[in-house]
């Protein structure tokens, strides 16, 4: 345990010298437990840092105005391989090469620029280089507001932070430990976010008119893909629904705008009485809040 420690004290330190005090050279000692162990440190360290500080400052600010990242889902790019293969796969490789393959002198940049220029410059470069790979991910939200672009730093912190943390592993390890951390960053959230669908409870609820059951999907199946709705003199008797979202339902069934986060979900009604489409809305909309 002791070790352990010693040897997170030395990382942390290793780590606030090179955000301080870029520089174009490898870490001492370089082997490949020590670059595992690092990468290691940095998940851990990432992880506490988002789950206790950041993520909760960001839902506070949601109670303020919601923070939109998708309107209407794309179903074609909502399904498990799509995220697997863009999200964990080819995004991390992009994002490598786009921010950070040009931190260390090496290839064209030695054609370029001399050594005496770069060393001057490197600081700058790890900074402009950090900032960007964050503010780019503002792009992955559909807010547009003046209070929006104001927060909008606190909003990519997590990914300004892993800026920082994948630039460290570049330029003191190798290109490959980047792409292997930002890999497993990506993937973490992928299955976190698959057993949190998995074990999250289905909204049901029974009266003398209706059985309703919704259940949350974190990923659409194209295949299992159903949309069935009778109607008889403008009441709904059964619904089943599968994979579709909440917000494609409410803005073709009951031409309702809603202005929030776009999500999967899974409908089985049936009504002796049938219910009117404002009924169905207030039932999506109830479960909507209780989902919050």
Same mark, same amino acid.
């Given at each position: 345990m002791r070790k352990v420690i010693n040897d997170f004290w030395i990382?942390?330190?290793?780590?606030?010298?090179?955000?301080?005090?870029?520089?174009?050279?490898?870490?001492?000692?370089?082997?490949? =437990?020590?670059?595992? =162990?690092?990468?290691?440190?940095?998940?851990?360290?990432?992880l506490l840092i988002s789950i206790i500080i950041i993520f909760p400052i960001i839902s506070i600010l949601e109670w303020i105005e919601p923070i939109i990242e998708t309107k209407r889902i794309n179903y074609k790019e909502s399904t498990l391989i799509y995220a697997i293969v863009g999200g964990v796969i080819v995004a991390p490789i992009i994002e490598?090469?786009?921010f950070r393959l040009i931190l260390r002198y090496k290839l064209v940049i030695k054609k370029i620029i001399i050594r005496n220029?770069?060393?001057?410059i490197f600081k700058y470069l790890v900074y402009i280089s950090i900032i960007l790979f964050g503010m780019v991910h503002i792009s992955n939200y559909e807010n547009n507001s003046v209070f929006f672009w104001c927060i909008s730093p606190i909003i990519v912190l997590t990914q300004l932070?892993?800026? %920082?943390?994948?630039?460290?592993?570049?330029?003191?390890?190798?290109?490959?430990?980047?792409i292997l951390y930002h890999t497993l960053w990506?993937?973490?959230?992928?299955?976190?976010s698959l057993i949190s669908s998995i074990i999250q409870e289905p909204y049901t609820k029974?009266?003398?008119?209706?059985?309703? =059951?919704?259940?949350?999907?974190?990923?659409?199946?194209?295949?299992?893909?159903?949309?069935?709705?009778?109607?008889?003199e403008n009441k709904i008797y059964d619904i089943e629904i599968k994979?579709?979202?909440?917000?494609?339902?409410?803005?073709?069934?009951?031409?309702?705008?809603?202005? %929030?986060?776009?999500?999967?979900?899974?409908?089985?009604?049936?009504s002796k009485k049938g219910l009117t489409k404002q009924e169905f809305k207030e039932l999506l909309l109830e479960y909507d809040r209780l989902k919050k």
């Open positions: 990382f942390s330190s290793e780590f606030l010298e090179f955000i301080k005090h870029p520089t174009d050279s490898r870490i001492i000692n370089y082997n490949i =437990k020590k670059n595992v =162990k690092y990468i290691g440190y940095i998940l851990i360290i990432e490598e090469i786009t220029t770069w060393d001057k932070l892993g800026g %920082a943390f994948l630039s460290f592993l570049r330029i003191r390890f190798n290109f490959l430990s980047g990506n993937g973490f959230f992928l299955i976190l029974q009266t003398s008119n209706y059985d309703l =059951k919704i259940e949350y999907r974190e990923y659409c199946s194209l295949k299992n893909q159903k949309f069935s709705m009778s109607i008889t994979d579709y979202s909440i917000n494609h339902l409410l803005d073709s069934v009951v031409h309702y705008k809603r202005e %929030a986060n776009d999500y999967l979900i899974e409908i089985q009604l049936n």
